[in-house]
């Protein structure tokens, strides 16, 4: 998913391959309790990362960058929470063009 691999060759199979990576690494779990519901991952969910600043801030403004993806569909809002998630602040979305 997130790393670049050359293929030498591929082999084709009538049936659901059952590796560790297809049914233990690469497959998302919807409760953090349990693995009920599980599935596999077929396309990269939302990612994003803040680029700048990469150190902690002292209090005031400041200008917070960063990047989102998503493997299918398209990023229509950014949210920043400085609270661990309890409340989000709306951010300006910078489409590339």
Avoid: R
């Amino acid at each position: 998913m997130a790393s670049v691999k050359w293929i030498k060759e591929i082999t084709v199979i009538d049936q659901e391959y059952n590796g560790p990576f297809q049914t233990i690494d690469y497959v998302y779990y919807p409760y953090k309790e349990t693995d009920a519901e599980k599935f596999s991952v077929t396309v990269m969910n939302v990612n994003s990362t803040i680029q700048k600043p990469l150190n902690l801030l002292d209090t005031g403004i400041h200008l917070i960058k960063g990047i989102a993806w998503t493997g299918i569909g398209t990023i229509t809002k950014v949210e920043i929470s400085l609270d661990e998630g309890y409340t989000w602040n709306s951010c300006s979305l910078e489409v590339p063009i």
